[in-house]
């Protein structure tokens, strides 16, 4: 079973930038996608930024051109470099992991029993 852990979240001012990371078990019975997501208080969780086993990468239309999802597979790691974070990023930003063939079905939707999540990181930024 595939275990994912979340870090690097904090506040932050509107125009700065925080890096996220997701430590995982290693990825050794699909072509697994990983993903980041976020949620805030009363809303459904959404897509953030998702990339596939052989690196192709796709961004939420909200974060395109400010967010980078990177992967280092021999250090089982995800990363999220989000620059000119605005308010509206705030919220609870959460790692996922799924094989790729299904991960695709069920993005952008933040909802899967399927996939393996981790506990999430808070992120906050200020006006």
């Known amino acids: 079973q595939v275990q994912l852990a979340e870090s690097g979240g904090g506040s932050v001012q509107a125009g700065g930038s925080l890096r996220l990371s997701c430590a995982h078990s290693?990825?050794?019975?699909?072509?697994?996608?990983m993903g980041w997501f976020r949620q805030s208080p009363g809303k459904e969780r959404e897509g953030v930024a998702f990339?596939?086993?052989?690196?192709?990468?796709t961004y939420a239309d909200a974060v395109k051109g400010r967010f980078a999802i990177q992967k280092d597979s021999a250090k089982n790691a995800l990363y999220l470099q989000m620059n000119t974070l605005q308010p509206t990023d705030t919220a609870m930003y959460y790692c996922?992991?799924?094989?790729?063939?299904?991960?695709?079905?069920?993005?952008?939707?933040?909802?899967?029993?399927?996939?393996?999540w981790g506990q999430g990181t808070q992120v906050t930024v200020s006006a």
């Open positions: 290693e990825l050794v019975y699909n072509k697994f996608c």
């Open positions: 996922a992991a799924d094989a790729c063939w299904r991960f695709t079905r069920w993005w952008p939707s933040g909802f899967s029993n399927d996939a393996y």
């Open positions: 990339i596939t086993y052989d690196g192709s990468t």
